[in-house]
């Protein structure tokens, strides 16, 4: 069983940065995929960005790219996305997820077995 728990959202104006940070407890991590989704009101879920945790493969979403990094610290057991530029668009709850998946990053919800409660990120005009 892997437990996660998100941390570091937060209100921010356009053009600002946040970090959010997933602490990850349980299961052997060197197996899992973890991924960033975010949801914003009435839409689905959607997939952020992803890193395999033993060879650190990294996905980004296009809306993302160049502006979001994924990162994984193994002597602290988390997973950052530092997020830059933000704007309205990028307004959600945002969630860490986990997978097994050592090589592949996985880009659905569907595809992941452990989620966190999410973090609420707003982001004003």
């Known amino acids: 069983q892997v437990h996660l728990v998100e941390s570091g959202g937060g209100s921010v104006q356009a053009g600002g940065s946040l970090n959010l940070s997933c602490a990850v407890a349980?299961?052997?991590?060197?197996?899992?995929?973890m991924g960033w989704f975010r949801q914003a009101p009435g839409k689905e879920r959607e997939f952020v960005a992803g890193?395999?945790?033993?060879?650190?493969?990294?996905y980004y979403a296009d809306s993302v790219k160049g502006r979001f990094t994924i990162s994984r610290d193994k002597a602290r057991s988390t997973v950052e996305l530092q997020m830059n530029s933000l704007n309205h668009e990028d307004t959600a709850v945002y969630y860490c997820a986990a997978v097994s998946s050592p090589l592949v990053v996985r880009r659905t919800p569907a595809s992941y077995e452990y989620w966190g409660q999410g973090t609420q990120v707003t982001v004003s005009s």
């Open positions: 890193i395999t945790w033993i060879t650190e493969n990294i």
């Open positions: 349980g299961g052997d991590l060197y197996k899992y995929c």
